[in-house]
């Protein structure tokens, strides 16, 4: 038996390969193949744009994937009925940073839309058009909503009179002298899953142990282990000094008097953390990274 995997293709390809690299599993994506290798025999993967795994998950195409909330908001805005997914990790990641995408309103700088009911009768250019529309319903405003193929942030004022746009950092929209008028949504990586796959044992499992692994790469990003010896005198003030994911591990040496202290921080504090162990008479500090946290 093997599960049928799909990762996105895009601007989150290289990130989520990357990811799961941290995460145990080597896959080898060729230029010329929409069929990645893994080095797992029992998952088979498939490259499939972020903007349709939601639908082919659900149809059982595929058994999980990863897409954002805002193609999954997508895709369901246009059912009658609740699709087939099953939700399994929320994993913030991104292609530039470790945050959240912003679905942004966005209307030129010197024009007239200083709110999202002063669009009342206007045309906004997007690729999420569904959940676009959702959004302007919700508020009662009544707009023509038109997708966009791409380069959405220069069609005001001349195609469009705002748009509906995704921005991690809003510099494009600065660029393009756009002013956010409100944010729409914000979304973020999902590990889904199609409801038959899930309710199929070795499948569950497989996609289970799958997301632990995924959670404790993310949970890693950013962290260091470092580990320390310090005489039994001295632990009290070392311990002062340790932030520690839980708590530091603690064992003896062969030699009496002294423990070593084993645990996990946050990278950006090690270069101000060392000298001040070195201070409180820790020695041996060794600094180590790490792929994962496994909890």
Not at 57 to 84: R, Y
Not at 176 to 203: C, P, Y
Not at 269 to 276: A, C, N, Q, S
Request: charged share 25%; with cysteine.
């Amino acid at each position: 038996m093997t599960l049928k995997l799909g990762l996105p293709k895009g601007s989150l390809q290289d990130s989520t390969v990357q990811l799961f690299a941290r995460a145990g599993f080597t896959i080898y994506v060729s230029s010329r193949s929409y069929f990645p290798t893994i080095d797992d025999e029992e998952i088979e993967c498939m490259l499939i744009r972020a903007q349709e795994m939601a639908r082919y998950v659900a149809d059982g195409v595929l058994d999980c994937g990863l897409t954002g909330q805002d193609w999954i908001a997508e895709h369901q805005s246009g059912l009658a009925a609740p699709a087939s997914l099953v939700p399994v990790a929320d994993l913030i990641y991104s292609k530039q940073s470790f945050g959240k995408v912003r679905w942004v309103l966005a209307a030129p700088e010197d024009s007239r839309f200083k709110k999202p009911q002063d669009l009342e009768g206007a045309t906004i250019a997007t690729e999420l058009v569904r959940a676009t529309k959702a959004y302007f319903d919700r508020l009662g405003v009544n707009v023509n909503v038109e997708f966009s193929w791409g380069a959405t942030e220069v069609k005001p004022p001349v195609l469009a009179d705002a748009i509906v746009e995704a921005t991690e950092t809003g510099s494009t929209l600065r660029a393009n002298r756009l002013r956010i008028l409100d944010t729409v949504m914000e979304s973020n990586t999902q590990f889904i899953a199609n409801g038959a796959a899930m309710k199929d044992e070795w499948k569950r499992t497989k996609i289970e142990n799958i997301s632990l692994l995924l959670k404790a790469a993310i949970e890693a990003q950013g962290r260091v282990g470092i580990m320390l010896n310090v005489r039994n005198q001295d632990l009290k003030d070392v311990l002062a000094l340790l932030p520690a994911l839980q708590r530091p591990t603690i064992s003896p040496l062969s030699e009496d008097g002294w423990v070593a202290v084993n645990t996990i921080i946050e990278e950006r504090t090690v270069r101000d953390l060392i000298p001040r162990l070195k201070s409180a008479r820790a020695q041996g500090i060794v600094e180590y990274p790490l792929n994962k946290i496994v909890v």
